[in-house]
């Protein structure tokens, strides 16, 4: 570049730098922390950024908590509640109580002396700030805590172990996970939430143990013979984190098994059972379930057994999970069928899930999570989801009966009291009729009959495998494939959350294959803050209108952080998809769903609205339009285009990399025509490279690829 051009960039960049920085301090209608960011407090003397001197989060989508660090603060506070008290005061005296913003503007025109009290400027400037505060207070232990707990503190650039010692907790290096995450005994937790509550970030999570689910020990003989299952060859791997693995099964060559238990914890027949199970319908599921085969052939298992049938820490869980994905990097697809008892709260994110959440964004794989079971003799109605079900990276399923009803031991979302969860269910059995059951194998000794969420993800696992190793699908696309043929077209908010979009189908030719009279198509790409993709799409036109239904699905990883409160997720892509509109000389589009986000023109739009509206921050958008029996053409407009506009945000600082996103896009045609060669021949005509997914030629790629070579002598 011209030094002379680089010059000028360099101070436009900083110019632009400088308007961003003002525009994150302006009041819109939720709480902003960017708002804080010139205010400045008198520290030690010296007026210092209020961002140094304490924890600025949002509990809530329209409330701001700052929790100072030092106790040589207080006396600010403490001058902040006298001047209050000095306003009240005033506003009781002249005003009965209450002051109008009328009523400042007309004090703003008085005399200066106007208050004896004190004066009229640091009276106005008092009722202002008063408005956005909510409350002073000190948090403290609400109950009793009686058992371990697992705590995730701020980041205060003080190493964890010298400041805890501050307060008289000392810990070992064994007890902390990624420098904030630690392990605390009762009375540990205790002195931490009574003597620094302000350190940690979404307070306490209960110490919980994961366990399996309760399975019918109902038996029935079946052949171990090795004729049962072929030898495997290049099939692709699946990794399963769950007990232990029963290696007399007849499958056990398709499972490569690792106990990462301590070799001194001794072991029971028990603590095979489940995680054999999970095994078994991974590998060779349609075998024993030929009415839920899925058409995606076996599979190849690598097994970790990480806890036994009583439970195991779900601390000692967190360390080993990171540890297994780094040193398995070739699986992509992850199951993990284990939960906590224990009820999520509805404003934390466990630490399992953060952990889980956080290595999605850092790996290329995605976790599949069963989304617990009712305890039993557990007789609470909607009982919240356990961790780590409430992580948000990962596609969490629940369980229906074979007739597609959500199952009586399933438990409910939402996640953050907003976030979607589970995300979609799928059959797990359920009834006293062993029919009503799953048949698993899970020693040599015969069939057993099952049921719970345990055993409806594995079957999710297997059409994610399958989408990704075979049809050579992106994970983000594969998960927003599997939301997509969940939702349908039959699509309605599941207010209970205990179905999620919907239940996804059984066979996986009807995740992939689209019907004669639909168009659906994908879209890839990578996205960095303050960039918009913009795809311009040819639909058919028939009499000058568009005769089709839509919808669409994006999906997404982002960086999320347990210290941002319920904002906790770092990343928004705001979706825009419709027809394309052009209007004095701006090329806009008409979103099916109406979304005025990111419009040029001012519109009020409350964060709560957003998200309810448009799911914004969520890391799933799914747009549908309703099919009516009335059918009525959509108008084409003079462009005769659709367009797909992908608006990307961050909610603290740039990313060091750009984002992957996946789109799912279907058109559906209203008098049941096939329209897709039409299609096909638009786009080719404006330079568009099409290429069809075929699945029988995807097959034999993939087998080719796969394909050992024996290099002769």
């Given at each position: 570049?011209d030094?002379?051009?680089?010059?000028?960039?360099?101070?436009?960049?900083?110019?632009?730098d400088?308007?961003?920085?003002?525009?994150?301090?302006?009041?819109?209608?939720?709480?902003?922390?960017?708002v804080?960011?010139?205010?400045?407090?008198?520290?030690?003397?010296?007026?210092?950024?209020?961002?140094?001197?304490?924890?600025?989060?949002?509990?809530e989508?329209?409330?701001?908590?700052?929790?100072?660090?030092?106790?040589?603060?207080?006396?600010?506070?403490?001058?902040?509640?006298?001047?209050?008290?000095e306003?009240?005061?005033?506003?009781?005296?002249?005003?009965?109580?209450?002051i109008?913003?009328?009523?400042?503007?007309?004090?703003?025109?008085?005399?200066?002396?106007?208050?004896?009290?004190?004066?009229?400027?640091?009276?106005?400037?008092?009722?202002?700030?008063?408005?956005?505060?909510?409350?002073?207070?000190?948090?403290?232990?609400?109950?009793d805590?009686?058992?371990?707990?697992?705590?995730?503190?701020?980041?205060?650039?003080?190493?964890?172990?010298?400041?805890?010692?501050?307060?008289?907790?000392?810990?070992?290096?064994?007890?902390?996970i990624?420098g904030?995450?630690?392990?605390?005994?009762?009375?540990?937790?205790?002195l931490?939430?009574?003597?620094?509550?302000?350190?940690?970030?979404?307070?306490?999570?209960?110490?919980?143990?994961?366990?399996?689910?309760?399975?019918?020990?109902?038996?029935?003989?079946?052949?171990?013979?090795?004729?049962?299952?072929?030898?495997?060859?290049?099939?692709?791997?699946?990794?399963?984190?769950?007990?232990?693995?029963?290696?007399?099964?007849y499958?056990?060559?398709?499972v490569?098994?690792?106990?990462l238990?301590?070799?001194?914890?001794?072991?029971?027949?028990?603590?095979?059972?489940?995680?054999?199970?999970?095994?078994?319908?991974?590998?060779?599921?349609?075998?024993?379930?030929?009415?839920?085969?899925?058409?995606?052939?076996?599979?190849?298992?690598?097994?970790?057994g990480?806890?036994?049938?009583?439970?195991?820490?779900?601390?000692?869980?967190?360390?080993?999970?990171?540890?297994?994905?780094?040193?398995?990097?070739?699986?992509?697809?992850?199951?993990?069928?284990?939960?906590?008892?224990?009820?999520?709260?509805?404003?934390?994110?466990?630490?399992?899930?953060?952990?889980?959440?956080?290595?999605?964004?850092e790996?290329?794989?995605?976790?599949?999570v069963?989304?617990?079971?009712?305890?039993?003799?557990?007789?609470?109605?909607?009982?919240?989801?356990?961790?780590?079900?409430?992580?948000?990276?990962?596609?969490?399923?629940n369980?229906?009966?074979?007739?597609?009803?959500?199952?009586?031991?399933?438990?409910?979302?939402?996640?953050?009291?907003?976030?979607?969860?589970?995300?979609?269910?799928y059959?797990?059995?359920?009834?006293?009729?062993?029919?009503?059951?799953?048949v698993?194998?899970?020693?040599?000794?015969?069939?057993?009959?099952?049921?719970?969420?345990?055993?409806?993800?594995?079957?999710?696992?297997?059409?994610?495998?399958?989408?990704?190793?075979?049809?050579?699908?992106?994970?983000?696309?594969?998960?927003?494939?599997?939301?997509?043929?969940?939702?349908?077209?039959?699509?309605?908010?599941?207010?209970?959350?205990?179905?999620?979009?919907?239940?996804?189908?059984?066979?996986i030719?009807?995740i992939?294959?689209?019907?004669?009279?639909?168009?659906?198509f994908?879209?890839?790409?990578?996205?960095?803050?303050?960039?918009?993709?913009?795809y311009?799409?040819?639909?058919?036109?028939?009499?000058?209108?568009?005769?089709?239904?839509a919808?669409?699905?994006?999906?997404?990883?982002?960086?999320?952080?347990?210290?941002?409160?319920?904002?906790?997720?770092?990343?928004?892509?705001d979706?825009?998809?419709?027809?394309?509109?052009?209007?004095?000389?701006?090329?806009?589009?008409?979103?099916?769903?109406?979304?005025?986000?990111?419009?040029?023109?001012?519109?009020?739009?409350?964060?709560?609205?957003?998200?309810?509206?448009?799911?914004?921050?969520?890391?799933?958008?799914?747009?549908?339009?309703?099919?009516?029996?009335?059918?009525?053409?959509?108008?084409?407009?003079?462009?005769?285009?659709?367009?797909?506009?992908?608006?990307?945000?961050?909610?603290?600082?740039?990313?060091?990399?750009?984002?992957?996103?996946?789109?799912?896009?279907?058109?559906?045609?209203?008098?049941?025509?096939?329209r897709?060669?039409?299609?096909?021949?638009?786009?080719?005509?404006?330079?568009?490279?099409?290429?069809?997914?075929?699945?029988?030629?995807?097959?034999?790629?993939?087998?080719?690829?796969?394909?050992?070579?024996?290099?002769?002598?």
């Amino acid at each position: 570049m011209d030094a002379r051009v680089k010059t000028y960039d360099d101070k436009m960049q900083k110019a632009f730098d400088f308007l961003l920085s003002d525009y994150q301090t302006i009041r819109a209608g939720r709480a902003n922390p960017h708002v804080l960011d010139k205010v400045k407090v008198d520290y030690y003397g010296t007026m210092t950024p209020i961002q140094q001197v304490g924890n600025i989060t949002i509990p809530e989508a329209r409330m701001i908590q700052i929790a100072p660090w030092e106790k040589s603060l207080i006396k600010a506070i403490e001058k902040a509640i006298e001047v209050l008290g000095e306003t009240i005061s005033v506003i009781e005296k002249y005003f009965n109580g209450i002051i109008t913003g009328e009523e400042t503007e007309k004090i703003a025109e008085t005399p200066a002396d106007r208050f004896s009290e004190f004066s009229k400027s640091n009276f106005l400037n008092a009722v202002v700030d008063g408005f956005y505060v909510e409350s002073f207070d000190i948090d403290r232990a609400t109950e009793d805590i009686t058992e371990e707990s697992i705590i995730t503190i701020y980041q205060t650039g003080i190493e964890t172990k010298k400041l805890l010692s501050k307060f008289g907790i000392h810990i070992v290096d064994e007890r902390i996970i990624d420098g904030t995450t630690l392990r605390l005994n009762p009375d540990e937790a205790k002195l931490l939430y009574n003597r620094a509550s302000y350190l940690i970030a979404m307070s306490v999570t209960d110490f919980s143990q994961l366990t399996r689910d309760e399975v019918l020990e109902d038996t029935a003989e079946i052949s171990n013979e090795e004729s049962l299952i072929p030898h495997p060859t290049n099939e692709p791997v699946i990794g399963v984190i769950d007990t232990q693995f029963n290696e007399k099964v007849y499958f056990h060559e398709w499972v490569e098994y690792r106990n990462l238990l301590d070799p001194d914890i001794p072991l029971t027949v028990k603590d095979y059972e489940h995680g054999t199970e999970v095994s078994y319908i991974i590998v060779d599921g349609p075998q024993g379930n030929p009415a839920l085969d899925d058409g995606c052939g076996r599979f190849r298992v690598r097994h970790f057994g990480v806890a036994t049938h009583r439970g195991f820490s779900s601390f000692t869980m967190l360390k080993m999970i990171r540890n297994i994905v780094a040193l398995n990097r070739d699986i992509k697809v992850w199951n993990l069928s284990l939960g906590s008892k224990l009820e999520i709260k509805p404003n934390f994110i466990s630490p399992e899930a953060a952990e889980l959440d956080r290595i999605q964004s850092e790996y290329d794989v995605i976790f599949v999570v069963a989304g617990t079971n009712i305890p039993d003799g557990e007789t609470k109605k909607d009982m919240k989801i356990g961790s780590p079900a409430d992580s948000l990276n990962s596609l969490v399923v629940n369980a229906v009966d074979f007739r597609g009803k959500s199952a009586s031991y399933t438990r409910v979302g939402p996640v953050l009291s907003f976030f979607h969860k589970p995300d979609i269910s799928y059959y797990g059995g359920d009834g006293s009729n062993y029919k009503d059951k799953m048949v698993v194998c899970r020693d040599d000794m015969g069939a057993a009959y099952v049921s719970g969420t345990s055993f409806a993800a594995p079957w999710i696992s297997r059409k994610l495998a399958y989408l990704i190793h075979v049809m050579g699908l992106s994970r983000e696309i594969a998960k927003a494939l599997l939301i997509d043929a969940a939702a349908s077209w039959n699509r309605k908010d599941d207010v209970s959350h205990s179905i999620g979009y919907g239940v996804v189908p059984k066979h996986i030719n009807d995740i992939m294959k689209s019907s004669n009279d639909e168009i659906r198509f994908i879209l890839t790409g990578a996205s960095e803050e303050y960039e918009t993709y913009t795809y311009n799409l040819p639909v058919p036109i028939v009499d000058n209108a568009h005769p089709f239904y839509a919808r669409a699905t994006l999906v997404y990883f982002p960086q999320c952080a347990r210290n941002q409160g319920v904002d906790y997720t770092s990343t928004e892509m705001d979706i825009h998809f419709g027809r394309v509109v052009v209007k004095n000389r701006k090329v806009k589009i008409k979103p099916i769903d109406n979304n005025q986000q990111s419009e040029d023109k001012f519109i009020t739009l409350y964060e709560e609205d957003a998200r309810k509206m448009y799911r914004k921050w969520d890391n799933i958008k799914h747009i549908s339009e309703e099919i009516k029996e009335r059918r009525i053409p959509r108008k084409a407009y003079d462009s005769g285009l659709w367009g797909l506009r992908i608006n990307t945000k961050e909610r603290l600082q740039r990313r060091k990399e750009p984002l992957q996103f996946g789109v799912v896009v279907t058109l559906k045609e209203m008098n049941g025509v096939n329209r897709i060669n039409d299609f096909i021949k638009m786009c080719m005509a404006r330079g568009w490279l099409v290429y069809q997914l075929d699945m029988e030629n995807q097959l034999d790629v993939y087998a080719k690829a796969e394909e050992d070579i024996v290099f002769e002598q």
